[in-house]
C-alpha cells in the first residue's frame, strides 16, 4: 500500500504561485496531481513518470509544472500565475506500479492510492 501525503496548499491572490509537494511511502511508476472543487467532479491537473514525462491538462499548459525526485519518492506541483479557477482541494495520486511503459495519463482509473488533499484558495 502506498500512502501519500500532500502539503504546501494555502491561501493566495490571484496571480500568485504556490509550489505543491506530495511524499510518497515508495516508489511508483506514475505520480500525478489532481484536483477538485466543490459542486465539480475531480479532474487531472498533470502526471510524471519516473523519466520525468510528464502530461498536463490543458487548462493548466504554462502555468503549472509537474516534477519528480526519484530518491525522495516525492511529486511536486509549481502553480504560477493561480486564478480563482484553480481554487480547489489538489490531491495526490500514484498507479502504485514498479515499471512502466508509454508514460502516464491524468485518468483517474489509472490511480490506485490516493493522499488526503492540500486546499488552495485563490482570491481575486
Known amino acids: 500500500q502506498v500512502q501519500l501525503v500532500e502539503s504546501g496548499g494555502g491561501s493566495v491572490q490571484s496571480g500568485e504561485s504556490l509550489k505543491l509537494s506530495c511524499a510518497s511511502s515508495?516508489?511508483?511508476?506514475?505520480l500525478a496531481w489532481f484536483r477538485q472543487s466543490p459542486g465539480k467532479e475531480r479532474e487531472g491537473v498533470a502526471a510524471?513518470?519516473?523519466?520525468?514525462?510528464?502530461t498536463y491538462a490543458d487548462s493548466v499548459k504554462g502555468r503549472f509544472t509537474i516534477s519528480r525526485d526519484n530518491s525522495r519518492n516525492s511529486v511536486y506541483l509549481q502553480v504560477n500565475s493561480l486564478k480563482p479557477e484553480d481554487a480547489a482541494m489538489y490531491y495526490c495520486?500514484?498507479?502504485?506500479?514498479?515499471?512502466?511503459?508509454?508514460?502516464?495519463?491524468?485518468?483517474?482509473?489509472?490511480?490506485?492510492?490516493w493522499g488526503q488533499g492540500t486546499q488552495v484558495t485563490v482570491s481575486s
Open positions: 495520486a500514484a498507479d502504485g506500479a514498479t515499471s512502466g511503459l508509454g508514460g502516464c495519463t491524468t485518468e483517474e482509473y489509472e490511480y490506485f492510492h
Open positions: 515508495g516508489y511508483t511508476y506514475c
Open positions: 510524471i513518470d519516473s523519466d520525468g514525462s510528464a
